[in-house]
């Protein structure tokens, strides 16, 4: 949900700063409304101190408003599980160690078979190794 809301804001701020890099917009807006910085800010804080007084002042659309975003925040989990599944079925390798057919490696053909027995003795993953956690050095000391 604050994905959105992030993103929303940054795409706001493009919008209202693409203009200063076209010159024809200059012209457009000299005779529009004007904005004042100190204004914008002090209009943004009573903005703000009046949406946390409405917690004070009425508890139950707080209450309300934690459930429905608490709610939302599930219903985007899921979401986010059913698209991890669906991409993993749609890219997932069946076999890590066979190579792909559909892929066209080029005309070079190998000569040298050393490498052969080093590659057969390589260990392959099916999946990405994840580091382990490090041991306290100096718990390994005191032992």
Known sequence: MWFFVKAAFWFSLVLV???FLDPSSTEKLQHGPKVEIGDTFS???EAFQYVSAICIQK???C???AETF???GHRAREGARIAYEF???QFAETDAGAPDA???TGTVTPTDTSHDEANDNAQTFKRTPVPEKRLDPRAAVAQ
């Open 102 to 104: 559909k892929i066209m």
């Open 63 to 65: 209450e309300k408003g």
């Open 87 to 89: 991409l993993d079925t």
């Open 43 to 45: 209009a943004a804080s």
């Open 17 to 19: 700063l693409l203009p």
């Open 70 to 72: 608490v709610a939302l």
């Open 59 to 61: 508890p139950d659309v």
